[in-house]
């Protein structure tokens, strides 16, 4: 008698985050760290002129595309960290902390 065995593999694809400077707002970073403590995800919405900045933000290369393509309409963008993407920003070394 012939068994056939199937094995099915679960490749997890790794998220590689790259390092961008933005301008965060007081409001927004208390957003950002309750979301933070609270394990849930969060929205935040940057003005033209918050593109470039001082805070070091870790994000996608998906989310760094659409930034630049906004510094060029001269437009604002809605970033959605996931909380998987702010538990990995809560890690990264900056000027700011919001762990």
Same mark, same amino acid.
């Given at each position: 008698?012939? #068994?056939?065995?199937?094995?099915? #593999?679960?490749?997890?694809?790794?998220?590689?985050?790259?390092n961008?400077?933005?301008?965060?707002?007081?409001?927004?970073?208390?957003?950002?760290?309750?979301?933070?403590?609270?394990?849930?995800?969060?929205?935040?919405?940057?003005?033209?002129?918050?593109?470039?900045?001082?805070?070091?933000?870790?994000?996608?290369?998906?989310?760094?595309?659409?930034?630049?393509?906004?510094?060029e309409?001269?437009?604002?963008?809605?970033?959605?960290?996931?909380?998987?993407?702010?538990?990995?920003?809560?890690?990264?070394?900056?000027e700011?902390?919001?762990?």
């Amino acid at each position: 008698m012939l #068994y056939i065995t199937k094995i099915f #593999y679960v490749i997890y694809k790794m998220t590689i985050y790259k390092n961008a400077r933005v301008n965060i707002s007081e409001s927004q970073i208390d957003k950002i760290q309750k979301a933070v403590q609270a394990g849930s995800q969060v929205s935040i919405r940057l003005k033209h002129e918050d593109l470039t900045g001082e805070h070091i933000l870790a994000l996608t290369q998906r989310q760094i595309n659409k930034i630049n393509k906004a510094y060029e309409n001269g437009t604002g963008v809605d970033l959605k960290m996931s909380k998987t993407q702010l538990r990995h920003n809560a890690k990264v070394e900056g000027e700011w902390h919001w762990s």
